[in-house]
């Protein structure tokens, strides 16, 4: 239990938990001398960015693009947003930028399977954003069509010739 946060107070022998009780919630005596891991701020606004990051990735995200494609788009924009908030938050670290890419992401899946898409706006947003086939490519005037001359020579003779 060394390191844990949460310590038992060990009174003449006997390990008891330090439990108060308040307002019918239990709270759990934290030693301030170990680290949790994350802090809670961060783990909040990691998890609004998360909620946004769906909007923010369907302009990103392509339709002539293949889903492989798509999925590293917004993996690569996941990690950006996570070092983006880790950074504003003056807390870069392995530990706080891996915490931040997967509360990100676990909130980007969430938000996106349960609200963005039922709702239909990731969608408009993503078809509307990416270039359509057909405009893609320019409308060309189609070529004149080539007459053959006639031949000048016979087959016959330019063959005689090798």
């Known amino acids: 239990m060394a390191g844990h946060p949460f ?3 060990c009174t003449a022998g006997t390990a008891q ?18 680290s949790t891991g994350m802090d809670i701020d961060l783990a909040l606004v990691s998890a609004l ?5 769906p909007v ?5 995200t392509q ?12 993996a690569v924009a996941t990690m950006a947003a996570a070092l983006g908030t880790v950074a504003l938050r003056h807390d870069v670290t392995a530990g706080s930028l891996t915490g931040s890419f997967v509360i990100e992401y676990v909130a980007a899946a969430a938000f996106y ?7 239909g706006i990731v969608r408009a947003i993503q078809t509307r954003t990416s270039p359509r086939r057909t405009d893609a490519l320019p ?15 016979s087959a016959r003779r330019d063959l005689g010739r090798c």
Do not use: C, Y
């Open 63 to 74: 339709d002539r693009l293949s889903s492989r494609a798509n999925a590293v788009i917004v």
């Open 56 to 60: 923010v990735t369907a302009v990103l």
């Open 17 to 34: 938990l330090s439990v108060i009780l308040r307002d019918t919630k239990i709270f759990w005596e934290v030693d301030p001398n170990v």
């Open 139 to 153: 409308r060309l005037a189609p070529l004149p069509r080539i007459v053959p001359r006639p031949l000048l020579h």
């Open 113 to 119: 399977q349960r609200l963005w898409q039922p709702t």
């Open 49 to 53: 960015v998360g909620v946004m990051l």
């Open 7 to 9: 310590r038992p107070r």
